[in-house]
Nanobody, 122 residues
Framework: QVQLVESGGGLVQAGGSLRLSCAAS???????MGWFRQAPGKEREFVAA????????SYADSVKGRFTISRDNAKNLVYLQMNSLKAEDTGVYYC????????????????WGQGTQVTVSS
């Protein structure tokens, strides 16, 4: 079992920055980690993912060049640095984990956190 707890969400003005953290516990060796988000009335969508080693990352086109995913395996933490935030980045951000390779489809992720709210005011 893997437990995930997100933190770092909040209210920020457009153009600002936030850094989300995801604390993982349990067996996470060789797990890829992902961030997804869900806006009101919309489906949960892929944001970014990172391999266990950190050597491979993947980003949604909408966040490329603005968001950076990283991880610290010694601390069991995964981060999402979000810069140049836009109103359309508003939503609940979820951390997810899966054993194996990076994937962009949420159905491949077995473990999920409870989410953290990000609100970007325009």
């Amino acid at each position: 079992q893997v437990q995930l707890v997100e933190s770092g969400g909040g209210l920020v003005q457009a153009g600002g920055s936030l850094r989300l953290s995801c604390a993982a516990s349990g067996r996470t060796f060789n797990y890829a980690m992902g961030w997804f988000r869900q806006a009101p009335g919309k489906e949960r969508e892929f944001v970014a993912a990172i391999s266990w080693s950190g050597g491979r990352t993947s980003y949604a086109d909408s966040v490329k060049g603005r968001f950076t995913i990283s991880r610290d395996n010694a601390k069991n933490l995964v981060y999402l640095q979000m810069n140049s935030l836009k109103a359309e980045d508003t939503g609940v951000y979820y951390c997810a984990a899966r054993e194996g390779t990076v994937e962009v489809l949420r159905t491949y992720y077995a473990y999920w956190g409870q989410g953290t709210q990000v609100t970007v005011s325009s």
